[in-house]
Nanobody, 112 residues
Framework: QVQLVESGGGLVQAGGSLRLSCSAS????????MSWYRQAPGKERELVAF????????DYADSVKGRFTISRDGAKNTVHLQMNSLKPEDTAVYYC?????WGQGTQVTVSS
């Protein structure tokens, strides 16, 4: 059974930082392209960042480039999303994705 479990969300002031983690079980996350998505209230789910299985290439939504960094820890079967210089518009539920598998999400709230 595949499980993706996100952690690290919370409430932070604008300008602050959070580090999200996605712990995978039932799959070897390094063999999947792993992604972070987010969904704000009343908005569609959007891709925030991904890291490819081959080569570890990363890419980001324009809105987070230069502020967020995705990385993987193969030994721990975990993917991280380091979020710096957070803005109120980053407030959303953040989801970990491994192609057809999804986590349950973790809430990130940025206060102004």
């Amino acid at each position: 059974q595949v499980q993706l479990v996100e952690s690290g969300g919370g409430l932070v002031q604008a300008g602050g930082s959070l580090r999200l983690s996605c712990s995978a079980s039932g799959i070897t996350s390094s063999t999947y392209t792993m992604s972070w998505y987010r969904q704000a209230p009343g908005k569609e789910r959007e891709l925030v960042a991904f890291i490819t299985d081959v080569g570890g290439r990363t890419d980001y939504a324009d809105s987070v480039k230069g502020r967020f960094t995705i990385s993987r820890d193969g030994a721990k079967n975990t993917v991280h999303l380091q979020m710096n210089s957070l803005k109120p518009e980053d407030t959303a539920v953040y989801y970990c994705n491994a192609q057809r598998y999804w986590g349950q999400g973790t809430q990130v709230t940025v206060s102004s």
